[in-house]
């Protein structure tokens, strides 16, 4: 993720090895972690540890997640601020977390808001979520000032401990969904869109190679009208016979978008919808990239589908 934020006071960039010891120093603090439903960390190696297999990891595979927060008056990693996706609710969650010395400055109604306006305008989420234990009221207030409506009281998942649940729509968002009926078991149609060798015989041709599993990336050149585009591929999120989410990304635009395919077991075979967001965040000049062409493009691509699983 090379992705930085500047605000009036603070640079958000993505942490690296040498922030280890600033991690370190908030993450073991205790008022820190009083509403956060973690542990302390013990140790360099556990802060470590989180940068490498939870928030480099969140880069590699989802393109986003935390921001180490830099105060630029003290030129420190102060905490954190930034997305993450949440695969145990399937929403991308907002979170922040700060050195007491910073607290009551409004660091975190400053750090979020630009954080907001990126995973809407750049990641083209379509939604973003707030979580906050009921008595941290600071944190409800900061979730609330960055416009998130309260929805729910619950429990996160393997949690006991009710927290408030806060969400905001992507005010720009207009998914396309395309929906078809297939006349086959869900394993069947699972397959079809999973397994390469089967791909191949109703979708992208170009597609050299594929694996249905988190972080896959492969890209591939389709050439249309005298232009090149560069298909990016990074898969997201696999529930298998369920789920797959990737996001699509061009080279040669800027944007993003991501598409989900759903498959639902009906009396007579299989439903299957593909949902397709973000794609407000890349040029509505290019004709390829208009809603109506995309709308197009992926019934093409579903009824190709239909004609293999059927034959």
């Not at 729509?169 to 394993?187: A, L």
């Not at 999120?237 to 789920?243: A, D, L, R, Y």
């Amino acid at each position: 993720m090379n992705k930085v934020i500047e605000t009036d006071r603070l640079i958000l960039r993505a942490f690296v090895d040498s922030d280890v010891e600033d991690v370190f120093a908030f993450n073991s603090h205790p008022e820190v972690i009083r509403y956060t439903g973690d542990i302390l960390i013990k140790s360099l190696q556990d802060a470590q540890d989180i940068i490498t297999t939870i928030w480099t990891r969140d880069y590699e595979v989802r393109g986003y997640g935390r921001f180490a927060v830099v105060h630029k008056e003290d030129n420190k990693v102060i905490g954190f601020s930034g997305l993450k996706w949440e695969a145990e609710i399937g929403e991308t969650d907002i979170g922040y977390r700060f050195l007491p010395d910073y607290w009551g400055q409004g660091i975190a109604t400053e750090s979020c808001i630009p954080v907001m306006e990126y995973g809407f305008n750049e990641l083209g989420l379509e939604q973003i979520v707030g979580l906050a234990y009921p008595e941290n009221i600071a944190s409800c207030k900061v979730l609330q000032k960055i416009g998130m409506k309260k929805y729910k009281t619950g429990c996160f998942p393997g949690d006991v401990k009710e927290c408030n649940w806060y969400k905001k729509r992507n005010p720009m968002s207009k998914p396309i969904i395309v929906t078809k009926e297939i006349n086959c078991k869900k394993d069947k149609v699972w397959s079809a869109i999973t397994v390469f060798d089967e791909m191949h015989q109703w979708y992208f041709e170009q597609i050299d190679s594929f694996e249905a599993k988190v972080g896959f990336a492969t890209e591939f050149v389709i050439h249309n009208e005298g232009r090149n585009f560069t298909h990016q591929w990074k898969v997201l999120e696999v529930k298998t016979n369920e789920s797959i989410l990737y996001s699509w990304q061009y080279p040669e635009y800027p944007g993003r978008s991501i598409s989900k395919f759903n498959l639902i077991e009906t009396e007579y075979g299989s439903s299957v919808s593909v949902t397709c967001t973000g794609l407000e965040t890349i040029p509505n000049d290019v004709p390829e990239f208009e809603p109506e062409s995309c709308k197009g493009g992926w019934e093409y691509f579903l009824n190709r589908l239909k004609e293999y699983c059927e034959k």
